[in-house]
């Protein structure tokens, strides 16, 4: 089966203005019985400082604050383990941090699947992935076919788009708690990511050390199609048996 697995590394979005970005509100902290206005003051300061601190990996997780540092997919074949093509786009700070070319080459990659009938696999890319790269698209004026956009995010996944978090984990918020790719690799004996996470991500930005992330993303696509090709008899569906028991935009 020919599958299109994609994944995205995301940073917080370099060009957000002012007013977009989170702010700290001290009228917010409770101060409980505390009457000792240094006290007071104390506590609201490292509640401040706990907000600033929280305030980039929050923006770099959601998706109209963050903007990508890397996309990848991999069209693979899941009979002969073959990688058909690959996508591979890393934003660098060379280019004063502009994600236009893998904002575009990404939906290019999308589009091109969607248009063979080729399954899109990701790991939380309905969640995800997909809505970021919508909100960039349109930051970035990018046209994005608004139907095809619809059909590849079902609620629940379908024959255009196998999300394997949502499926492996039943599609509930609480299952989905911690089940991390690193969880269903372990758990189904394909191995372990090792080295690097998405927590690491900003710091190896601003570092420069683009290769780093850009490997760890495109070993993370290949890590999910192993996944996909191991899962694949138990979550594949023909378009047909997909149709009859559900709706879909069309």
């Not at 917080?12 to 977009?20: A, H, S, V």
């Not at 069209?75 to 383990?81: C, K, N, R, S, V």
């Not at 004063?96 to 899109?120: C, L, T």
Request: with cysteine; proline share 4%.
């Amino acid at each position: 089966m020919k599958i299109a697995t994609i994944d995205i590394e995301t940073i917080p979005n370099q060009r957000i203005p002012e007013l977009c970005k989170p702010c700290f509100d001290p009228d917010e902290i409770k101060t409980g019985n505390i009457k000792d206005p240094a006290k007071i003051a104390a506590k609201i300061q490292e509640a401040k400082e706990s907000f600033e601190s929280d305030i980039i990996k929050k923006m770099s997780v959601t998706p109209s604050l963050a903007q990508l540092c890397t996309f990848v997919g991999i069209q693979y074949d899941t009979t002969t383990e073959e990688v058909i093509n690959k996508t591979s786009i890393q934003v660098t700070k060379e280019y004063d941090a502009d994600d236009y070319d893998a904002v575009s080459e990404g939906w290019q990659f999308i589009r091109m699947a969607h248009n063979s009938k080729i399954p899109i696999v990701s790991f939380n890319g309905i969640g995800f992935d997909l809505p970021v790269l919508w909100h960039r698209a349109i930051a970035q004026d990018i046209p994005v076919d608004q139907r095809m956009y619809a059909r590849v995010t079902p609620r629940y996944g379908g024959y255009l788009h196998y999300d394997l978090l949502g499926l492996l984990a039943g599609w509930t918020l609480d299952k989905m708690k911690g089940h991390n790719l690193e969880f269903f690799l372990n758990l189904y004996g394909i191995g372990t990511k090792g080295g690097m996470d998405g927590s690491k991500v900003y710091e190896a930005w601003q570092l420069g050390e683009y290769n780093k992330i850009q490997q760890y993303c495109e070993s993370d696509v290949l890590q999910t199609c192993k996944l996909f090709q191991r899962v694949e008899s138990w979550v594949s569906i023909e378009k047909e048996d997909y149709e009859h028991g559900n709706s879909i935009t069309s």
